[in-house]
């Protein structure tokens, strides 16, 4: 097998037919050897009977049924366990991400690299705002973290067997599949290109998927925030050093007997509750993921798939 492509679908009945259509012209031009894994995300529309309704007359097209909703990142890696090709592709359905760009995903790769990703030029048909948190992000993500994290780049990619491979033995339930390539390391490469409108059908990323994926990505790869807290708690102890010593000083050597200053102490007052509020937050989404590590629980569930289940 050349290269297996990984299709995580959700709500994509719209899609799939001219998804596959596009897939085999270009497969065919190659001329390799092919599978596509589609993998049902939980989808409520006709996505799933569509896929069988494909798979039963084509041997190339193989399905996971996933027992519900597991994200994307988690669907995407439940197609990564079975894929068989030499190259696997990862690929949105919903044509964002042109399938004839793999032609060129390819033959860069046949340079000598063992993962080549699509960067996105342009990105049409998508909010500004969408647009505008995502190209801050990926810029405050890189800054944050020791790792060459490529910037403006989807999971939209080619990598090789090796990568698949060692991708499988990193268990982790916080999955943030762009960083965990880019940790991996071996020769690199990209492709631009400009990222099309969705063909049909709306997003499945709602804003608290996206933030959830933001959260993934910056625990995952970075101790910053937490590096923040301690040095915020030098500063704030700092002041309040200085703020004691003027205290006594007026107390004991002015000898102020009642010092007034009912606002300045509201505000510090409301100021470091605050301020340990949201320390204890950026706590908190450490340690949840630790907590979900620990639970060890399978990262996703199939409840129904045609790939023979290895011995
Ligand atoms: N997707 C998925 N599970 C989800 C959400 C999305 O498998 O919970 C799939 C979706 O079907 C598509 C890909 O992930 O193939 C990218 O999703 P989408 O196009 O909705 O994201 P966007 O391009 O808007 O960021
Ligand atoms: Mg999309």
Known sequence: MDISVVIPIYNEAANILPLTQRLRVVMQQMSLSFELIFINDGSTDSSLPMIKTLASTDTSIKYIDLSRNFGHQIAVMAGLDEALGKAVVIIDADLQDPPELIVDLYQKMQEGYEVVYAKRKKRKGESAAKRWTAH?????????????????TGDFRI????????????????????????WIGFKQSFVSYERQHRNAGDTGYTFSKMLGLAWDAVTGFSNFPLKVVSYFGFFTSI????VMLFTL?????????????WASLMISVLFIGGVQMIAIGIIGEYL???????R???????????????P
């Open 239 to 242: 002041i309040a050093f200085l």
């Open 288 to 294: 949840s993921r630790v907590n979900q590590n620990v």
């Open 249 to 261: 000083y007026s107390r004991l050597v002015l000898k102020a007997a009642t010092v007034s200053g």
């Open 296 to 310: 060890n629980r399978p990262l996703y569930i199939v409840k129904d798939s045609n790939i023979e289940e290895k």
């Open 136 to 152: 801050l992000f990926y810029r405050l993500l890189s800054s944050i973290t020791p790792i060459d994290i490529p910037l403006d």
């Open 159 to 182: 990598i090789d067997h090796k990568v698949v491979k060692i991708l499988r033995q990193m268990p982790e339930q916080n999955k943030y599949l762009r960083g965990q390539i880019a």
